[in-house]
């Protein structure tokens, strides 16, 4: 089974920006979607970001301040947060659909947006 380990997540101002990392305990071919996810305090998980064949998708909040991306070469998914909001303030997963790893979620690192 694969394993994703995400990291990045920390405190930040509003305004700021931070950088997520998700880097998977092998490679993986197949993928069918590869991106994050975020669930904030007694709200229900919800897409920021995915990679879905050549295309990305964002969720409307986040566009304009959020990037996804991917290393191959590094087995690893990146999303780079600018302009960072209190609303942004959540657990990040990083989520895995591949054709031998269906449904893979990491555990998850918490971005809080505070002045």
């Known amino acids: 089974q694969v394993r994703l380990v995400e990291s990045g997540g920390n405190l930040v101002q509003p305004g700021g920006s931070l950088r997520l990392s998700c880097a998977a305990s092998t490679s993986v071919f197949g993928v069918n979607v590869v991106g994050w996810y975020r669930q904030a305090p007694e709200k229900q998980r919800e897409l920021v970001a995915v990679i879905r064949g050549g295309s990305t998708n964002y969720a409307d909040s986040v566009k304009g301040r959020f990037t996804i991306s991917r290393d191959n070469a590094k087995n690893t998914v990146y999303l780079q947060m600018n302009s960072l909001k209190p609303e942004d303030t959540a657990v990040y997963y990083c989520?895995?659909?591949?054709?031998?790893?269906?449904?893979?979620w990491g555990q998850g690192t918490l971005v809080t947006v505070s002045s």
């Open positions: 989520y895995l659909d591949a054709i031998r790893y269906p449904g893979v």
